[in-house]
């Protein structure tokens, strides 16, 4: 959907779901997300209907992922890190995390 | 980077936001000598007009536009005046004796404040089309956002819907930055023209107006133009294409990426969580703090500024904040000397021109607000068009009392996506008016926070001696 203008900023290695994709420093998870063609990141609590970033701004709360063990962080506001581990969000949280 | 535990106990001043008003408003404070911290949640500071102007990777200025680039000096004058300016700070709550709570990196504190100036901005205003929710559609501000901060430009088969001078840059952008636009839907009403003509005048003597032609022109010169009154994403488990129509004439177009705007409201929820009275706007159609000339709200001390006040765009919010920073001033430091608030606000008068022109001309139309069927409302909670009015009709006379009924404006989002939907769609099926329904009664924390943020505040002695035995 998305293509970058130019490979400008350092090279950060996040692993989404354990698989690695290539962001870049100014990133935020939902951006790198983005760019990755990563077309959803999470399945809805209610029926299960896969959702993607729809603002980017901080409102809509569609792009919640788990980020380094900590649920529903809204991804468009959490810069990327090196090492981060973001997992996408899977229908109704499971009970014990 | 600062951290919670850098921040002092109180501030004569802490501004909200660091858009054009808060930026404006914290540079103002400072350099008169109010100790002044800027919070923003954002990785930087901007807000949405100029988002990521300090650090933005899209190098060739002529792709975002010289409007863009002024950003950089507001921003630079607020990191010079000394204010602590700090992003990455994520305000959840604002009571009406001025206590900030603000979460930084995990740690929370409580921050008192002589005074507080809100400058949260605006908000896309909810477009609530069949398909909306599906992969593949996002709001026009959202592929903006990515096109400031990261460099990223659409690439596959893109359609670009809805109205709005913010619609018609996005669509300048993307061709600017070598983009592709397959198609521009626009669903503002010919009958607008009706209501706009009699401000023609005074858009024409506006700086909105010339910019406004070549933005058009610049469009229209590359990508088909299409007016629509109907608008459906269809799709399985992403967006496949898109039909619109007009009439009886209906129309399919495969898409990768739809982009949806219609304009911008005032982001509400930190100004209602804190007590700031609102009322019903009905030319802009949504709901605003009531505010004096020098944006004081009905809350001692709490002022609101920039477009959270009222949508009147950016360089307006930058005038706006520098009159709420000068009360700020007269009110703490009368002896200060401060910019001479009479050309401030000759200033922002200027700027108001042409601004009831550009509501009345891109007021989207009633089907496009108020959906019908199976159209999703409430995104969190995944509640449809059907369900609220009928809902509505089984005598419930507001968004509060709704929740009960629907979970509707209960999810993550606390309405922020959704609320004015509800608001007129209540309004239409019982005939009554948006500002008799009134909107959500918003409680802090206004966005989440973890327990563990929470467990981080200081506990003073005497708040441990009372729990304690």
């Known amino acids: ?97 | 980077m600062t951290k919670a535990s850098d921040l002092a106990p109180s501030y004569d001043l802490v501004v909200i936001g660091g858009g054009p008003a808060g930026l404006a408003a914290a540079a103002l404070a400072a350099r008169a000598g109010l100790t002044t911290v800027l919070f923003d949640e954002n990785p930087g500071v901007g807000g949405q007009i100029y988002r990521a102007i300090t650090f933005s990777p899209v190098k060739d200025r002529a792709v975002l536009g010289e409007d863009y680039w002024a950003g950089a000096e507001l921003a630079a004058e607020a990191k010079a005046s000394g204010a602590l300016i700090v992003t990455g700070a994520t305000v959840w709550s604002l009571d009406p004796t001025r206590l900030v709570g603000v979460s930084i990196a995990g740690q929370a504190r409580l921050i008192e404040a002589k005074r507080v100036i809100i400058a949260t901005g605006s908000l896309e205003r909810p477009f609530p089309v069949p398909g909306w929710t599906l992969p593949g559609v996002m709001s026009a501000g959202g592929a903006q956002t990515v096109l400031k901060a990261q460099g990223l430009v659409p690439n596959g088969k893109t359609v670009l819907a809805g109205g709005g001078p913010l619609m018609w840059l996005l669509a300048a952008q993307i061709l600017r930055a070598g983009g592709k636009i397959d198609a521009v839907l626009d669903t503002t009403p010919r009958k607008n023209w009706l209501r706009a003509l009699a401000h023609l005048p005074d858009f024409v003597l506006s700086p909105y107006f010339a910019k406004g032609l070549k933005l058009l022109r610049e469009v229209r010169a590359k990508v088909r133009v299409i007016r629509v009154d109907r608008l459906e994403a269809v799709g399985d488990d992403k967006l496949r294409e898109v039909v619109f129509g007009k009439g009886d004439n209906e129309r399919r177009m495969p898409a990768d990426l739809l982009l949806l705007h219609q304009g911008v409201v005032p982001n509400v929820n930190l100004a209602l969580a804190a007590g700031v009275a609102h009322a019903w706007n009905e030319r802009q159609l949504c709901f605003e703090p009531v505010l004096d000339e020098d944006f004081n709200s009905s809350v001692p001390g709490i002022s609101v500024a920039g477009d959270g006040a009222g949508i009147a765009g950016g360089t307006a919010a930058a005038e706006r904040g520098r009159i709420a920073a000068i009360a700020a001033v007269r009110a703490l430091k009368p002896e200060a000397s401060v910019p001479d608030l009479q050309i401030v606000r000759q200033k922002l008068q200027r700027e108001a021109m042409g601004r009831a022109f550009l509501d009345w001309l891109n007021r989207p139309a009633d089907s496009f607000r108020q959906p019908e069927g199976d159209t999703i409302v409430c995104r969190c909670e995944e509640v449809t068009a059907r369900q609220v009015r009928d809902t509505a009709d089984l005598g419930c006379e507001g968004p509060n009392q709704m929740k009960a009924f629907l979970r509707c404006g209960m999810g993550p989002c606390q309405g922020r996506l959704r609320g004015l939907t509800v608001t007129e769609l209540i309004a239409a099926q019982r005939g009554t008016t948006p500002a008799e329904v009134g909107y959500y009664r918003l409680r802090p924390p206004v966005k989440p926070i973890t327990l563990s943020e929470l467990a981080s505040l200081p506990i003073a002695e005497a708040e441990r001696k009372a729990v304690e035995r």
């Open chain 1, 1 to 97: 959907m998305f293509k970058r203008l130019a490979e400008t900023g350092a090279a950060v290695a996040i692993t989404v779901d354990g698989r690695q994709i290539a962001a870049r420093a100014g990133d935020t998870v939902a951006a790198a997300l983005i760019a990755a063609g990563i077309d959803h990141c999470r399945t809805t609590p209610v029926s299960g209907a896969p959702r993607a970033p729809y603002c980017l701004m901080g409102v809509c709360f569609e792009c919640l992922v788990t980020v380094d063990g900590v649920g529903s962080r809204q991804g468009c506001l959490v810069p990327v890190r090196d090492g981060m581990a973001v997992e996408t969000q899977t229908g109704k949280r499971e009970a014990g995390r």
